[in-house]
T-cell receptor, first 114, second 109 residues
Framework: NAGVTQTPKFQVLKTGQSMTLQCAQD?????MSWYRQDPGMGLRLIHY???????DQGEVPNGYNVSRSTTEDFPLRLLSAAPSQTSVYFC?????????????FGEGSWLTVV | GQNIDQPTEMTATEGAIVQINCTYQ??????LFWYQQHAGEAPTFLSY????GLEEKGRFSSFLSRSKGYSYLLLKELQMKDSASYLC??????????FGKGTRLSVIA
């Protein structure tokens, strides 16, 4: 039972480079989201999706793109990396947005932009 | 919008009881969650409250008062492994969870 799988776990980028953080879940969850976590800031929502083909912005969407072509996958793209995007990124999923459904987190991706 | 406040740090003694408070301001309140996060790891689900009152689950309990915009997480019989960050998160409607900044709990011998 893989749950929510994120890759890569660690990545160092140069300013201006682009990359994609991958997120896949095997629980047939409709609801997926991306958060970033910075020291002293808690988890902040970047983008989320309530189902294949549907995405929406969260609190801090600038500099990131997402797509949801399948139920299983929800990649996060950094268009032109900046040092301010150095952070830990967590992908999360749940059966539906209905309150009470447990939200499962991936193990996190540590990104450093130099 | 939502405003979620919780203490930044707390220290407690092994075997003791500790209460971590969380206050929030939100419209369309649809539940409050508590997560535990050890350093370098992902958050893991602890509890969910949507109605007023106390939810007990083993050594952990969570309380909610919707009229006061207040919740607490109670940890009993503290163990060293309980040293972690505890995240309060609020659900507004069917939008994703909004998290507080977390409370870092240190359990000392």
């Amino acid at each position: 039972n893989a749950g929510v799988t994120q890759t890569p776990k660690f990545q160092v980028l140069k300013t201006g480079q682009s990359m994609t953080l991958q997120c896949a879940q095997d629980m047939n969850h409709e609801y997926m989201s991306w958060y970033r976590q910075d020291p002293g800031m808690g988890l902040r929502l970047i983008h989320y999706s309530v189902g294949a083909g549907i995405t929406d912005q969260g609190e801090v969407p600038n500099g990131y793109n997402v797509s949801r072509s399948t139920t299983e996958d929800f990649p996060l793209r950094l268009l032109s990396a900046a040092p301010s995007q150095t952070s830990v990124y967590f992908c999360a999923s749940s059966v539906s947005p209905t309150p009470g459904n447990t939200i499962y987190f991936g193990e996190g991706s540590w990104l450093t932009v130099v | 919008g939502q405003n979620i406040d919780q203490p930044t740090e707390m220290t407690a003694t092994e075997g003791a009881i500790v209460q971590i408070n969380c206050t929030y301001q939100t419209s369309g309140f649809n539940g409050l969650f508590w997560y535990q996060q050890h350093a370098g790891e992902a958050p893991t689900f602890l509890s969910y409250n949507v109605l007023d009152g106390l939810e007990e689950k083993g050594r952990f309990s969570s309380f909610l008062s919707r009229s006061k915009g207040y919740s607490y997480l109670l940890l009993k019989e503290l163990q060293m492994k309980d040293s972690a960050s505890y995240l309060c998160a609020v659900k507004q409607g069917n939008t994703p969870l909004v998290f507080g900044k977390g409370t870092r709990l240190s359990v000392i011998a």
